[in-house]
């Protein structure tokens, strides 16, 4: 063996140890996030009475004016604490957050975003020597591409919290699936340092699959908060219909606790849709990239590859989508399905495609 190729092996056990280190701290980070939402808990009963506690008290004041026939009474009545909206209602405001206001929740989810600031940069780290190890880019196959899809995941999330936007209850749905991801990828999908077939060495991989991977995290993201404006909604629906808890059991009741300290469901849809509506146009230049790289690489544009017919289906459904969103009859649920449906069509362009079907996108196996 060779010097170099005993530095590249070298470089990809190191990406390893990075890569499993960044789980490691992942799991304390997500161990935090739940922390965080268990100490940010607090009952009925609490949550009305921190409220009452911030608004002045009820007085009665009695105005007797000098030289008037008797004495007059004004009362002002104590401020209504709003913990519900108002039936008939949906004018509901933004939850408190994963800490639910409470300073020992706050305390630990600061912890745990610090812990995912460390497990990314452990993370960033195993990909980068991955990509020294096999001196290309980092994404030749579906090992490469799993751990890097979930460090852009992970690194859109960061980024938004350094933009100031209120995303933090995103956290644990994140790490969670970051967990799950990377568990898939060392366990089952894992594959040795190798190079790719000559077709493939051109610089539109790293233009084309950078693009993929980048548009696929950022519709992560959207995907949450749209699977979460379902449940915010169901919750304000009935909070609308004044229904009370009366007969629930214990797991729904936590389950409401939960829901009341997200994002109203008119937030949680406009953020996911602006994710959507912003990256629509990278993922349709990542389609037009990958067919001027067929070109290069096989001789036509398009083939009917399973790949690009999954790829133009997964456009298609986003383009839907954000039709359906502009449409005054489809927005709220009906287009909140549609976009769930087409974030599924991108899972199914992956693993599905990769695992299931043949084709031209099946050269790097697993």
């Known amino acids: 063996m060779n010097l170099a190729a005993a530095t590249n092996e070298n470089l990809a056990h190191i990406s390893n140890v990075l890569v499993y280190s960044a789980m490691a701290v992942y799991t304390l980070a ?19 009475a921190a409220a009452i506690t911030t608004q002045p008290a009820a007085v009665t004041v009695t105005a007797r004016t000098e030289g008037a026939k008797g004495g007059g009474t004004a009362v002002l009545e104590r401020p209504k604490v709003i913990t519900r909206a108002a039936p008939g209602s949906r004018d509901v405001p933004d939850g408190p957050g994963a ?32 990509a020294l190890s096999v001196q290309r880019a980092p994404w030749g196959n579906m090992y490469e591409f799993s751990t890097t899809f979930a460090m852009v995941a992970v690194g859109v999330y960061l980024g938004l919290l350094v933009a100031k936007k209120n995303i933090r209850w995103l956290g644990l749905p994140l790490v969670t699936t970051v967990l799950l991801d990377l568990g898939l990828a060392v366990s089952v999908l894992y594959t040795a340092s190798d190079q790719l077939v000559p077709a493939l060495h051109s610089y539109w991989l790293w233009i084309h699959v950078s693009c993929a991977i980048f548009c696929g995290a950022a ?4 995907a949450v908060s749209t699977l979460f404006f379902l449940f915010r909604d169901r919750y304000e629906a009935r909070l609308e219909a ?9 797991f729904a009741r936590a389950m409401d606790n939960a829901l009341s300290r997200l994002p109203s469901a008119a937030t949680l849809d406009k953020f996911g849709y602006r994710i959507n509506a912003t990256v629509f146009p990278l993922w349709t230049f990542t389609i037009i990239a990958g067919s001027i790289w067929a070109e290069a690489a096989w001789g036509r544009y398009w083939g009917w590859d ?6 133009f289906i997964t456009w298609v459904a986003y383009a839907c989508f954000l039709h359906a969103r502009a449409t005054a009859g489809w927005k709220g649920r009906k287009a ?25 996108h099946s050269y790097a196996g697993v």
């Open 99 to 130: 800490a639910g206001g409470s300073e020992q929740g706050d305390l630990y989810g600061r912890i745990a975003v610090s812990l995912t600031v460390l497990a990314f940069a452990l993370h960033a780290g195993g990909v980068l020597t991955r």
């Open 30 to 48: 997500f161990l935090a996030h739940i922390t965080e939402w268990v100490f940010g808990s607090r009952s009925a009963v609490g949550r009305t």
């Open 219 to 222: 519709m992560y993201v959207a």
């Open 336 to 360: 909140a399905y549609l976009a769930l449906l087409a974030f599924s069509c991108y899972l199914f362009n992956y693993y599905g495609v990769n695992l299931l079907l043949n084709g031209k």
């Open 242 to 250: 004044g229904e009370s808890d009366a007969g629930r059991s214990t």
């Open 306 to 311: 399973p790949k690009e017919v999954w790829s």
